[in-house]
């Protein structure tokens, strides 16, 4: 396993594991991750060459990053063998380069993978949400700003949320992305107020998993808000995250796959997150990286097919691709 360079099958290896212990002194910024299965976990950004990948920090993680000769360099070490050298970068706000922002920490939805309901966080007014925008555009390193949110009490109004702050968004001339629940004509509404993509979460394709794990919610109406998404934004502006560890099959992932391709969605194949506050909720195993590249390899030929590209995504998790593995940025 040992290598210097981040190859597509090195990036997978690192993602199914997930975690990474490290010195804390070499951590050039810690943000707790506060949205979706993520949330509540510290994380660092390792970049090398023009690839990057996130990962959580744990003690006990098999993984770990130290110290090795170079200006700023660090390697990733498993079982005392340095399998590739890179960076750390700074994450100022959830990940390098955007003000990726949560403003609702809460949800009253209870997906059974999803911390969130359990921890019931903050919920970020104007000022704090630009005060962190003001923040990355000091460090001169916003190149978008990326907005999510949980349910603090109904999905309609954590739209209204996201419209009553997009027009203080303009002076900062930067893509804006949206990722939230949808509702009504919200991606006429996001797009009128400068939005350049949207992300509507599928969570699963696998209609028996989604009824188990999210139940409260509606995979028809999602897919419905996803087309209307695309009509409204255009291809290559639509975006879906879809989690891969559920207990689904690969036959399922190639089905939902083509079915929101052919719609003009992208799909982001999102390795789970088990979280403890979660532990025995549901079934959520991390995949191989095998698997991983099995998938993301099948996904690259059939977005190809529907004239899709991820290199296009100018906000948001392709923008970031820290905690997956992307079709033609990363393979």
């Known amino acids: 396993m040992q290598s210097k360079s981040f190859t597509p099958e090195m990036k997978a290896f690192l993602i199914s594991i997930g975690s990474v212990s490290i010195d804390p002194s070499l951590i050039p910024q810690v943000r707790g991750s506060t949205a979706g299965p993520g949330a509540g976990t510290s994380s660092v950004f390792f970049r090398s060459g023009e690839k990057r990948v996130r990962l959580s920090i744990k003690t006990d993680s098999p993984l770990s990053i130290q110290k090795v000769e170079g200006e700023g360099d660090v390697g990733v070490f498993y079982q005392g063998k340095e399998l590739v050298r890179g960076k750390l970068e700074l994450a100022l706000a959830h990940c390098p380069d955007q003000a990726f922002i949560t403003l609702c920490e809460r949800c009253i939805f209870d997906c059974k993978y999803c911390p969130v309901p359990k921890l019931q966080g903050h919920v970020k007014n104007e000022e704090e949400v630009l005060s962190i925008i003001d923040e990355v555009l000091r460090s001169g390193n916003l190149k978008a700003i990326s907005l999510t949110s949980g349910v603090e009490t109904s999905i309609e109004g954590e739209v209204e949320r996201v419209i009553k702050l997009l027009p203080s968004l ?162």
């Open 170 to 331: 303009k002076k900062y001339n930067v893509p804006i992305g949206v990722s939230v629940y949808p509702t009504g004509d919200c991606s006429r509404k996001f797009h009128d107020a400068g939005v350049s993509e949207v992300k509507y979460n599928v969570e699963t394709m696998d209609r028996e998993i989604f009824e188990k794990v999210c139940g409260n919610l509606s995979l028809d109406y999602i897919l419905d808000k996803l087309k209307e998404a695309v009509q409204v934004f255009g291809k290559n502006r639509v975006f879906s995250n879809f989690i891969i560890g559920l207990g689904e099959s690969d036959n399922s992932v190639r089905n939902g796959i083509e079915t929101l391709a052919e719609m003009g969605v992208i799909p982001v194949l999102r390795p789970v997150n088990p979280h403890p506050l979660r532990a025995d909720d549901c079934f959520a195993e991390r995949p191989s990286p095998e698997r991983l590249l099995k998938l993301v390899k099948l996904e690259a030929k059939i977005l190809e097919r529907n004239g899709l590209d991820p290199r296009l995504a100018k906000t948001m998790c392709l923008k970031c691709t820290g905690c997956d593995l992307v079709p033609f940025i990363d393979l």
